[in-house]
């Protein structure tokens, strides 16, 4: 596609259930890459896929956080058993490569609100 | 650690003010810098970037240089419009295998005529 999109671009849910906000890079990049953005915190890194394979899940910041990625495009991040500390702006990003000198291209984000 | 230090905002200019928006950072190794901008209602989008000591990044107006002496990153504007008016981070990529962007907390410019 043209740019990196997201979807749903606005998520309300209650605390204690599931959601998936997925994530469709652009086309022919092989590297993607998740942020969360949240007041005071400013933009934390979560995780990286290269292709379909995740060399650093460093950021996840709680075993209730996973995100896959299939066929080396699209990706979904899954957050278990939502608390209200996880409402932020998840933004998705893409680049051509890995991230050694690759510009990342971001797509518009999902805004998690739970309640 | 790695990390990345810029000015508290919220910034406000008039038009036509000076801007600079101040970053340094902190990194092993010899990373690539970034400011990276957030209209209201909008994605990030890079703004300029460095990617070596001494390069200057610019784009509309916007001018960066890269100094490892200071580790500075400095944002500067030499006239701002009211469409400048986003939010502006700075950004860090330690070009190591398996790494992402780190990110200063961004700075808010707000731009009245």
């Known amino acids: 596609g043209a740019g990196v999109s997201q979807s749903p671009s606005n998520k309300v849910t209650e605390k204690g259930k599931d959601v998936e906000l997925r994530c469709d890079p652009i086309?022919?990049?092989?590297?993607l890459y998740w942020y969360r953005q949240s007041l005071g915190q400013g933009l934390e890194f979560l995780i990286y896929f290269q292709g379909n394979s995740a060399p650093d899940k460093s950021g996840l910041p709680s075993d209730r956080f996973s995100a896959e990625r299939t066929g080396g495009s699209v990706s979904t991040l899954t957050i278990q058993r939502t608390q209200q500390e996880d409402s932020a702006v998840y933004l998705c990003?893409?680049?051509?490569?890995?991230?050694?000198?690759?510009?990342?291209?971001f797509g518009p984000g999902t805004r998690l609100t739970v309640l | 650690g790695d990390s990345v230090t810029q000015m508290e905002g919220p910034v406000t200019l008039s038009e036509e003010a000076f801007l600079t928006i101040n970053c340094t950072y902190t990194?092993?190794?010899?990373?690539?810098l970034f400011w990276y901008v957030q209209y209201p209602g909008e994605g990030l989008q890079l703004l300029l970037k460095a990617t070596k000591a001494d390069d200057k990044g610019s784009n509309k107006g916007f001018e960066a240089t890269y100094r490892k002496e200071t580790t500075s990153f400095h944002l500067e504007k030499g006239s701002v419009q009211v469409s400048d008016s986003a939010v502006y981070f700075c950004a860090l990529n330690l070009n190591q295998a398996g790494t992402a962007l780190i990110f200063g907390k961004g700075t808010t410019l707000s731009v009245s005529s």
């Open positions: 990194a092993t190794g010899y990373p690539s």
């Open positions: 086309s022919g990049h092989t590297a």
């Open positions: 990003a893409s680049s051509l490569r890995g991230p050694t000198y690759n510009e990342q291209f």
